[in-house]
């Protein structure tokens, strides 16, 4: 089945049973309030914290934000779905698929897991650096709620560094000071 028909009909099913509603100005998916902006109303929040704080910075706390995002989702889908471990990772993956967050496809779904992102909606383009803190953080918050524990996330490609595809790495902070091919992309953990 494509993406898009799972994407349609799962949310649709999540509709039927009254999972989703829409009521008096409230939007909620499984029992979490959420609402429609654009993604350039994040985006320049996100600008607006990096010029203000320095890139590293206002990239950590994106990614500080997303963590929290990913986190509250999952704990929001796992009311409603008997999953756990890789198939709730799967399921998350998905479903973030579904609410466009890009296309997502999960290489390793363990807590050391890879993922790869087409069509992310944080690209930026020109921005010779990866991008897409929020998205970043979004993964990690969902892992670390999944495999209860702390699980961080770094984007080793990304389109906004000129690579076809985003790609994200899970794993410990450990793991990535002593992975030589890691390493160089822990100031995305700084702070
Ligand atoms: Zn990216």
């Known amino acids: 089945m494509s993406g898009m028909v799972w994407d349609y009909f799962h949310y649709a099913n999540l509709a039927r049973k009254g999972l989703i509603s829409f009521k008096n ?56 779905s008997k999953k756990s471990g890789e ?39 020109g921005a010779g650096r990866p991008s897409c803190d929020f998205l970043r953080g979004f993964l990690a918050g969902a892992a670390s709620y999944i495999y209860r524990r702390r699980i961080d996330c770094v984007e080793t490609e990304c389109v906004s560094a000129g690579s076809k595809k985003c790609r994200f790495v899970l794993g410990s902070r450990q793991k990535f000071s002593r992975n030589a091919k890691l390493r160089k992309f822990r100031n995305q953990l700084a702070g």
Not at 25 to 36: A, D, E, K, M, W
Not at 44 to 73: H, I, M, N, P, Q
Not at 111 to 123: A, K, L, M, Q, Y
Request: proline share 2%; no cysteine; hydrophobic share 35%.
């Open 25 to 80: 100005g409230r939007i909620t998916v499984t029992g979490l309030r959420v609402f429609l902006v654009d993604v350039d109303s994040l985006q320049g929040l996100s600008d607006r914290l990096k010029e203000k704080f320095g890139e590293e910075t206002g990239a950590k706390a994106v990614y500080d934000a997303g963590r929290g995002a990913g986190s509250r989702a999952t704990r929001a889908h796992r009311r409603f």
């Open 87 to 125: 198939e709730q990772a799967r399921y998350m993956a998905k479903m973030a698929s579904g609410a466009g967050w890009g296309r997502i496809r999960v290489l390793d779904a363990s807590p050391d897991g890879e993922i790869v992102v087409e069509d992310s909606p944080f690209r930026r383009r």
